[in-house]
């Protein structure tokens, strides 16, 4: 019997690597257009691009498993079930648990993976992402030009270039600074610059602007237009960077000890517990639909009986079963964001639609397991 679980472990565990596979290259694709701006808008490198998108990929996987687990059950099992593989191994003896528990097993696994994803591997990366975004967005000398369009990078300032080549070289830039008349030892005129070419770089640890074959036109104190030329000019780009270098958490990037116990001495802390408090509790159950869907798949093949047709239109009921409770879960889940007492609910939705597929399956009696029934016997000739 030992041997006959573990094929029929196998037999689940191979669709569904490929399925988890197939649905995360998927989802890696959609991450990869979504931070596509990154590159285009903010102008990171490539290697920034692949790193942010495969520091999404792990919740990803976590979100896309319990789908995986689904169609590759159903996949096997209806496979099995209509080459009567089942039939064979209920016709030798087997309880349906003994049947089932492979498919069990390979759930719970899969609920483990995902409660380490969630607990632990999610804050992780969605804290490198948080980071690495905060420094793209902060980065003005990336994203001080675009190519085409007026920009304004920073308060008082306004930015213009032509074009802008692949290694940073900037052509016909035009840049306006606002004068600021209430610091003191700031130039309270306008001055606007003009140069033929330009790149930015680094100079002393800070990001400058070199212009080069550029022009300055300012207003003195007078009145009288001032027109300087340069073959080279030096424009600082440290005054208008952001002072305020502290990245703030989301709730996804959170601890689970920092979601439920949160210091209400912070106010964004105070504003959002019960929201951390909904990450949280949906961090813990969301893994229970591994089980729920397995659960619910083993239903659809041997929650009836045997039918040499196939079992697609049970298949198909169960799979609108399923998307309803994953809809239903995702709802329960924007509702505790505002009510404390319903995060019982997410626990509730995914146990309910498991406890349904364990129904399913064993409210069938031991002699009407899903067997073929035998063909009557011909009675003996008088």
């Known amino acids: 019997m030992r041997l006959i679980e573990r094929y029929l472990f196998r037999q689940l565990l191979g669709p569904t690597l490929l399925a988890v596979a197939a649905l995360g290259a998927v989802a890696f694709l959609s991450q990869s257009l979504s931070n596509l701006d990154v590159i285009v808008d903010q102008r990171q490198s490539a290697l920034i691009f692949i790193k942010l998108t495969l520091l999404a990929t792990p919740q990803l996987l976590n979100m896309i498993m319990p789908i995986a687990v689904f169609v590759a059950a159903l996949a096997v099992l209806n496979r099995m079930q209509t080459d009567q593989e089942l039939v064979v191994v209920f016709a030798g003896g087997m309880s349906r648990w003994r049947v089932v528990s492979p498919a069990i097993r390979l759930a719970l696994g899969a609920v483990l993976v995902g409660l380490l994803m ?5 804050p992780l990366t969605y804290r490198a992402i948080r980071t690495i975004t905060y420094e ?36 016909d830039l035009f840049i306006h ?46 009145g009288v237009l001032e027109y300087l030329s340069f073959d080279e000019y030096t424009f600082p780009l440290a005054p208008f960077l952001k002072a305020d270098g502290k990245i703030r958490y989301k709730q996804s990037d959170r601890f689970m000890h920092e979601l439920f116990s949160p210091d209400l001495r912070q106010e964004w802390e ?10 949280g509790h949906a961090r813990l159950s969301t893994p229970l639909y591994n089980l729920t869907f397995m659960a619910m798949a083993l239903a659809a093949v041997l929650g009836g009986p045997f039918s040499r047709l196939g079992y697609g239109g049970r298949i198909a009921m169960v799979g609108g079963a399923a998307a309803l409770v994953r809809i239903v879960g995702f709802g329960v889940q924007a509702a505790c964001d505002d009510d404390a007492w319903l995060n019982v609910l997410q626990y509730a939705v995914p146990l309910v639609g498991t406890a349904w597929g364990f129904w399913a399956i064993f409210r069938r009696r031991a002699g009407t397991s899903g067997l073929p029934r035998p063909a009557p016997a011909l009675s003996a000739a008088t």
């Open 118 to 122: 969630n607990l632990w591997i999610q």
């Open 136 to 171: 793209a967005r902060s980065d003005l000398a990336s994203t001080l030009v675009r190519a085409g369009e007026f920009s304004q990078p920073s308060a008082g300032l306004t930015v213009y270039a032509k074009s802008v080549d692949h290694d940073g070289l900037i052509h």
């Open 177 to 222: 600074e606002e004068g600021d008349a209430k610091t003191p030892g700031a130039d309270p005129n306008p001055t606007t610059y003009n140069a033929h070419e330009g790149r930015i770089v680094q100079k002393g640890g800070q990001p400058v602007l070199v212009m080069r074959q550029a022009s300055r036109q300012s207003l003195s104190n007078a």
């Open 270 to 279: 105070q504003k959002n517990r019960l929201k951390m408090l909904a990450e």
